[in-house]
């Protein structure tokens, strides 16, 4: 059968067969399109030479699937996905004459009758006519925009205030490092085909990273022949990217590759207004291969090869010392999954990672107020096995998984300025120690559609031996009720979340040796995070064409995760508060297409605090005196920000014209700066100064209007060329994104910026 990889991992995703034929019984292969408003899916296929056409990853819901061919009346069904076991659909095609269907349309599929928590989804057309971004941001910025979601800091994401809890599954392996373009590697966004979100009715087949879990997938629909895309881009700050892949298929296999490169002289968000040292080099590497044995096994085998080269941004004072930092991040990973398919009603699947990661820091002789280095990583083999069972509407799911990291750790210092740093503090520290990180889970999981409800338990049990030995059994819960004569669909959801520490720099964060550098602060381990996740919320349809979206959650921790960065190394450690408290709302407006207009948005609006003292970390300095003293008392968490707003409109015009708008604002992060202003002058400047409300303890809000414009035609032979015209920040406002504090950095947003992207496909 004619398709592309299928990797059921994702825990919302199925797969759909066609049969295609005439009156006679004969394959007719015709023009597929599949449509699905409420997921974004668009997709138009070829069935091969029997009239067979295999639709991998389709996320769970309905589809208006449409078959075409020369000579026959087109023929519309609906489908209907919400199993991982293969929905099967035999369509016959007659003479146009006699042809007759049901009338459907696409604005059917804007909701999900049988959908039970809130999912965002990213779909290909969004991931191509996204506004372009620097170097190693495109995903991330592609998730920012959805509601619930911000920066701090280096692009770092944070769902609904948590930090350093994303989850990315890519694939269906989970990634649980951070992945900000500072910190780790990037997915190149090019080669990402769809993305689903969850901030709120996790299913429990996830666990350890529950702030926010991105599933995404990079395995492109594999069509027979040779097939591939060609992108060049440039723009303001010397960026230069470019990306290719190449895809073929022949008889029961498939194989494809890409590879990236791309240079900025803006990579990281820098700490100053002048935006010193902060350029940067990435680049990756990826090549995957499928054989479909036969109707019921499918193998998979991918690998990746990803790297970045960059400048640490410097402040003032650095620049004039000539410090000069430089750090390194290289990943190589592979996976192979099997997937069988036992009866009409059990399915099992069985996938395994192997992963390299390094981390480097230098720092030259002339850096202050201190040299750092650093040599961290860690190899890891991750396995993980599932069987799906369904039965009558009800398919259940259940699983283990285990993942086995070996850590090292070196980090090293020495004092130039003694004036920044406490008496005592030792003038050199050097820290070298490997660690194990042993985690082991179990879950079990059920959907069930009762009529017009739906019902998802799922009950989670994990093992976690790090620093600590820990053990948690998590409770889920999603249920939802549709109402089908007013397209409207209500839902409430609870997560027990067991939340594993960030393990980068954990070792030294939770070392008793830290005890030499201040030994008045006090040393514990940082533990997991136990959380308690509420949401309820409404989907609303309105005149076919427009989907309304609105959510109120709240989110109580103990040990609630964070972390503390080491001055301007981005170097970052991570911390836990006693507990915290989140809550917050959420209203989104989608538009998949009303005529020649699409869009979205969006507004969030989130209050998060948490209660002192801190474990772990490495504070040093004034750092290390604030936090001796703050040991009780409550502060506001450092993703706090009150009010988000983003917009993002489309208009499609004739001739394969299309032009853009889109706005955000934001109405300032807190801030946490106990020096004086002179201080803060002669480190940040007055411009950056200005723009924070010492008074109100908050930067001043921000606000950006971007615009994109763009063309696409097709040519002989199945080419299409598209050309695609970016501009951020038109307004040029200095927006400062965080203001130096005990628990987070400085950052400043790009300001006025163009780019220009060239792709064609064939």
Request: proline share 5%; hydrophobic share 35%.
């Amino acid at each position: 059968m004619a398709g592309s990889p299928a990797l059921h991992a994702q825990s919302s995703t199925g797969e759909l067969r066609l049969h295609i034929s005439d009156s006679q019984g004969l394959a007719l292969p015709s023009q597929v399109t599949i449509v699905s408003e409420a997921n974004r899916v668009h997709e138009s296929l070829l069935p091969d030479e029997h009239g067979d056409l295999i639709v991998p990853r389709l996320p769970f819901g309905e589809y208006v699937v449409t078959v075409e061919h020369a000579g026959f009346g087109p023929v519309t069904q609906m489908a209907d996905i919400h199993s991982a076991l293969p929905e099967k659909l035999t369509i016959t095609l007659r003479p146009a004459t006699a042809q007759s269907s049901v009338v459907v349309s696409g604005s059917q599929t804007l909701l999900d009758p049988e959908l039970a928590g809130a999912v965002n989804r990213i779909g290909k057309r969004q991931i191509e006519d996204r506004q372009i971004s620097l170097p190693g941001r495109g995903l991330v910025d592609l998730v920012n925009e959805e509601p619930g979601w911000l920066y701090e800091g280096n692009a770092v994401l944070h769902p609904r205030g948590s930090e350093y809890q994303t989850q990315f599954v890519l694939n269906g392996i989970p990634l649980t490092d951070n992945r900000s373009p500072g910190f780790g590697s990037q997915i190149e966004t090019s080669d990402v085909q769809s993305v689903a979100i969850y901030t709120a009715g996790i299913p429990a087949e996830y666990g350890r990273k529950m702030g926010g879990v991105i599933e995404v997938n990079t395995l492109r629909d594999l069509r027979r022949g040779l097939h591939g895309t060609a992108m060049l881009a440039g723009g303001s700050f010397a960026t230069a990217n470019g990306y290719g892949a190449a895809d073929y298929g022949w008889g029961k296999n498939s194989a494809g590759v890409s590879a990236s490169g791309a240079y900025t002289d803006w990579f990281e968000n820098p700490p100053v207004l002048q935006n010193y040292t902060n350029n940067a080099t990435t680049g990756s590497f990826s090549g995957d291969y499928e054989r479909q044995f036969s109707s019921q096994d499918r193998l998979t085998a991918t690998v990746r090869h990803e790297f970045a080269r960059l400048q640490v941004p410097n402040e003032q004072l650095q620049e004039a010392a000539g410090q000069s930092q430089h750090r390194s991040t290289l990943e190589t990973m592979g996976t192979a999954a099997w997937q069988h398919i036992f009866s009409t009603a059990v399915l099992t699947d069985v996938r395994g990672m192997v992963r390299d990661d390094t981390v480097l820091l230098s720092s030259n002789a002339a850096s202050t107020p201190i040299i750092a280095g650093q040599d961290r990583g860690f190899r890891e083999g991750y396995g993980k096995a599932t069987i799906t069972l369904e039965h009558g509407r009800q398919e259940f799911k259940a699983g283990v998984e285990g993942d086995f990291m070996n850590l090292h750790e070196g980090f090293n210092y020495q004092i130039t300025d003694p004036s920044q740093f406490d008496p005592g503090t030792p003038r050199a520290f050097d820290f070298f120690e490997r660690g194990r990180d042993r985690e082991q889970a179990v879950f079990i999981e059920d959907n069930a559609h009762l009529g017009a409800w739906t019902i998802a338990p799922g009950l989670r049990w994990d093992n976690y031996e790090l620093v600590v030995d820990q053990n948690a059994l998590s409770p889920r819960l999603a249920i939802s009720r549709y109402f089908r004569k007013a397209a409207l669909m209500t839902h409430v959801s609870y997560d027990r979340v067991f939340q594993t520490p960030a393990f980068e720099n954990l070792l030294l964060s939770s070392s008793p040796k830290v005890i030499s550098l201040d030994p008045q602060v006090l040393r514990e381990p940082v533990r997991p995070s136990l959380g308690n996740y509420f949401e309820a919320g409404v989907t609303k349809g309105l005149l076919e064409k427009i989907r309304v979206d609105a959510n109120y959650y709240v989110r109580r921790f103990s040990n609630f995760a964070d972390d503390n960065p080491l001055l301007d190394t981005s170097i970052s450690f991570p911390i836990a508060f006693r507990r915290a408290s989140i809550y917050g709302a959420e209203a989104k407006i989608s538009v998949p297409r009303w005529g020649i207009v699409s869009g979205n948005a969006s507004y969030s609006y989130m209050v998060g605090s948490a209660f002192l003292p801190v474990t772990g970390g490495l504070f040093l300095g004034d750092s290390a005196t604030q936090a001796l003293a703050q040991t009780s008392g409550r502060l506001w968490v450092s993703q706090d920000q009150r009010n988000t707003v983003r917009t993002r409109w489309v208009v499609h015009l004739p001739r394969g014209l299309w032009a853009a708008s889109g706005m955000e604002y934001g109405s300032g992060l807190p801030v946490d700066f106990d020096g004086t202003r002179e201080q803060a002058l002669a480190q940040y400047g007055a411009q950056l100064v200005n723009r924070v409300n010492f008074s109100r303890g908050r930067v001043d809000p921000m606000l950006a209007f971007d615009a994109s414009m763009g063309a696409e035609w097709h040519r002989k032979n199945h080419t299409t060329m598209r050309l695609q015209a970016d501009g951020e920040n038109l307004n040029n406002r200095i927006n400062l994104i965080d203001f130096a504090g005990m628990f987070s950095g400085n950052a400043v947003a790009p300001p006025r910026s163009w780019g220009l992207t060239l792709t064609m496909e064939f």
